[in-house]
């Protein structure tokens, strides 16, 4: 089976999150996954007045847009303006809650599944047939 290329943007509160991140693209390498996840993420911290724009156009390449919740996430201004771009360019967007975590969700995102790769990966092939349907209106 071939597997469908996703972009991925993936918005994580950046000093204490950077592991699940890694964590999240490490498992979409798996070979049950039925996408091929592109890396759309930031890698490294970047200068205030640069990382804003890279963000901006990194999410607009993207699919869709995951969030990561930590504890401290909803709290984060990164995440925030992350996801405020995904809402102007109309990225689908949705979080994900590690097993570990009971708090910390972002209130401008409805959609909170638990971290499990099934859930995820059927999540994104969710919002990909959707992008795919209307396409053929």
């Known amino acids: 089976m071939t597997k469908k290329i996703v972009g991925v943007f993936v918005s994580f509160e950046f000093d204490t999150d950077r592991a699940n991140c890694r964590n999240f693209y490490s498992q979409a390498r798996r070979g049950d996954s039925r996408h091929a996840i592109k890396d759309y993420s930031l890698k490294e911290r970047r200068k205030e007045d640069e990382w804003l724009d890279y963000a901006e156009k990194q999410i607009?390449?993207?699919?869709?847009?995951?969030?990561?919740?930590?504890?401290?996430?909803?709290?984060?201004?990164?995440v925030d303006e992350e996801v405020k771009i995904a809402h102007k360019y109309s990225v689908p967007i949705f979080q994900i809650r590690p097993r570990t975590v009971t708090a910390g969700s972002v209130d401008a995102v409805d959609d909170v599944i638990r971290w499990k790769w099934k859930r995820i990966d059927a999540k994104i092939e969710a919002i990909m047939s959707k992008k795919r349907s209307k396409r053929r209106r």
């Open 60 to 78: 607009r390449k993207s699919n869709l847009v995951v969030v990561i919740i930590g504890k401290n996430t909803h709290n984060s201004p990164g």
